[in-house]
């Protein structure tokens, strides 16, 4: 089955200052990437997906880059501000629509 | 904003005990989902509803847990008895029709502590 990896575990960061969130998988058949916030409490929400057909997608302060041939996936988080802090979860599914999700990363925004 | 609903939020069982969760999708959802995310880590799917019918319950271990979705609508999962290690998240989402890269909506879960 797929296997993803997500880098790092934690990240702290200073307000204002861009985020950087690194995935990996391991099915090459693998061709919907969504990323999840997650906040305290609460279930993980959808900030934003990208598609085996696109190389970068834009979402006002969030960005996603997906290398297919690396088989690797990135979300920046760009002007980070208090309300960023959360675990993102990267995650990755095929045709059998089944998501696989990494491990998270615990967001910091040091005011 | 429509939003699926879970109940309990908290629960806290003796081992050996049952307990259940209930969850409602979004009106109008056919394809149904439960996770558990253990603390640290990501969701992991255990099963799957395509309205009333389970579509993949691999994961499920079906000798302690079950899952219902009887009228293809609202959803129970069931662990009986409880072990120590189902301490965990437990979160139901829901999707329109469950087709490829489709978002999936998440409710808040219901967090489970079994002592």
């Known amino acids: 089955g797929e296997n993803v990896e997500q880098h790092p575990s934690t990240l702290s960061v200073q307000e204002g200052d861009s985020a950087v969130i690194k995935c990996t998988y391991s099915?090459?058949?693998?061709?919907?990437f969504p990323w999840y916030k997650q906040e305290l409490g609460k279930g993980p929400q959808l900030i934003i997906d990208?598609?085996?057909?696109?190389g970068e997608k834009k979402d006002q302060r969030i960005a996603v880059t997906l290398n297919k041939t690396a088989k690797h996936f990135s979300l920046h988080i760009t002007e980070t501000q208090p309300e960023d802090s959360a675990v993102y979860f990267c995650?990755?599914?095929?045709?059998?629509?089944?998501?696989?999700f990494g491990a998270g990363t615990t967001v910091t925004v040091r005011a | 904003e429509a939003e699926v609903a879970q109940s309990p939020r908290y629960k806290i069982t003796e081992k050996s005990q049952a307990v259940a969760f209930w969850c409602d999708p979004i009106?109008?959802?056919?394809?149904l989902y439960w996770y558990r995310q253990i603390l640290g880590q990501g969701p992991e799917l255990l099963v799957q509803?395509?309205?009333?019918?389970?579509?993949?319950d691999s994961q499920l271990p079906k000798d302690r847990f079950s899952a219902e979705r009887l009228k293809g609508v609202d959803s129970t999962l069931k662990i009986q008895p409880a072990e120590l290690g189902d301490s965990a998240m437990y979160l139901c989402?829901?999707?329109?029709?469950?087709?490829?890269?489709?978002?999936?909506?998440f409710g808040p879960g219901t967090r489970l502590l079994v002592l």
């Open positions: 990208i598609r085996s057909n696109v």
């Open positions: 009106s109008g959802h056919a394809t």
């Open positions: 099915d090459s058949a693998s061709n919907y």
């Open positions: 995650a990755a599914s095929s045709n059998d629509y089944k998501l696989s």
């Open positions: 989402a829901s999707s329109l029709y469950g087709g490829a890269g489709e978002t999936q909506y």
């Open positions: 509803f395509q309205d009333e019918s389970v579509v993949d």
